[in-house]
């Protein structure tokens, strides 16, 4: 499939509510698996990653009833002990599901757990969570490569001591030992190579204090006691992530759009988005039941580090593409491991329609001075994020920007260009 986004002649005005976060999702959805009670979760997104996710709690025994219409899920949760000791588990394209899972089953006393996933997401890292799950006492069979999968996880229960974990590739990495730390014997310590807490890490102990389990962190140190998650009902708040797309169409138009049901202090670490907009030249209004963006003619060019906010980058690189002056963007050498290597697939998308770029291993330049736009087709590279932010330039230019397998947005946000042409007619 293949959608372009037409030539926006007028200020977009609109206000949008989006379905819920797509990352806080995975978390709550298997948090309340491994709960002591029944949850109720709200505002589920219904994308690709969390149907994945859905159906994995399914095929390992856990009770859920999903009302789609309502987008509301009843699960019962296990109490940490997964009623189904053996499965085969299908992650599909997630990447916050491969990496949470696969320490969750290493974690139980007992079962054989065959894990996959969709080509790409087999490709992308998994050896540094491997290697330490392995020193921690995980006994896994692999099936073509070692330390990748697919795999297949004989389950003993994983040893407490005091580990370290690499996540310069990705912070799931971290996220998944910690989501699986209350199910080991006497918990868990976990020294970061970080320097820094990581935004997602933060979502992930937040989120784990919500629902019982506090952690305790200190000189990127986290120790994680043994215990139960207690069940709890909870409202996941929209994807700040596909919000930027939303929010961009002001900045792109001069125009002024508001979405409904977010706050500033999200614990969504895209949030920051909104300080790179103002910096761009774009107006935020903040108030109890959303945030609104409004337009300036103008958009700056910045200079910005977005490694804990990347999966806006290419929102901000489409920006940049009409803005006065140079972007420059860094901090994004791991996205090069993510659904695509986004740094790659976002530089030739930019120079297939004219923008003049320069890229490094972490780095994007960006410079409207030396471009010129022109109409061609655009590889998604069957990466949601690229086919959703480049297909925005198409509003600012009367270029034709033609999105190939379009279709990807479906990971998260599947009526994403339904959307888009709905606000347009209005």
Partial sequence: MENSLPFSGKPIISQVNLQGSKSISNRVLLIAALAKG??????????????????????????????????????NGCNGVL???????????????????????????DGRFYIYAAPRMMERPMSDQLKVLEDMGMNA??????????????????????????????????????????????????????????????????????FGVFVTHENNSYKVPQCSYVARNYFIEPDISTASYFWALAALTNGKVRINNVYIDSCQGDIYFLKILRNMGCSVNIDNDGIEVVGNKEIKGVTVNMRECSDTF?????????????????????TRFQESNRLKAMNDGLQRIGVYTEITEDSIL?????????????????????????????????????????????????????????????
């Fill in 38 to 75: 029944d949850s109720q979760i709200s505002n589920i997104p219904l994308n690709k990653d969390v149907l994945a996710c859905l159906e994995t709690l399914k095929s390992l025994g856990v009770k859920c009833v999903l009302d789609k219409k309502k987008r509301v899920i009843q699960i």
């Fill in 83 to 109: 009623p189904r000791n053996s499965a085969t588990i299908f992650c599909n394209e997630s990447g916050t599901l491969t990496r949470f899972i696969t320490p969750i089953c290493a974690a139980q006393k």
């Fill in 141 to 210: 069979i692999y099936e073509k490569k070692i330390l990748a999968l697919p795999l297949t996880i004989r389950s003993g229960g994983l040893n407490s001591k005091n580990i370290s974990i690499n996540g310069n590739k990705t912070s799931q990495f971290l996220s998944g030992l910690l989501l699986s730390a209350p199910l080991i014997q006497n918990g868990l310590v976990i020294n970061s190579l970080e320097n820094s807490i990581q935004n997602y890490v933060k979502m992930t102990t937040y989120l784990m204090g919500l």
């Fill in 314 to 334: 290419m929102t901000v690189a489409a920006l940049a593409v009409f803005a006065s002056s140079d972007t420059f963007i860094n901090g994004l050498s791991h």
């Fill in 366 to 426: 960006i410079s409207p001075s030396r471009s010129s736009l022109k109409s061609n087709s655009i590889n998604s590279f069957n990466d949601h994020r690229i086919a959703m932010s480049l297909s925005l330039i198409g509003l600012r230019t009367r270029h034709n920007i033609l999105v190939k397998d379009s279709e990807c947005v479906s990971k998260t946000c599947p009526d994403f260009f339904e959307r888009i042409y709905y606000i347009l007619e209005c």
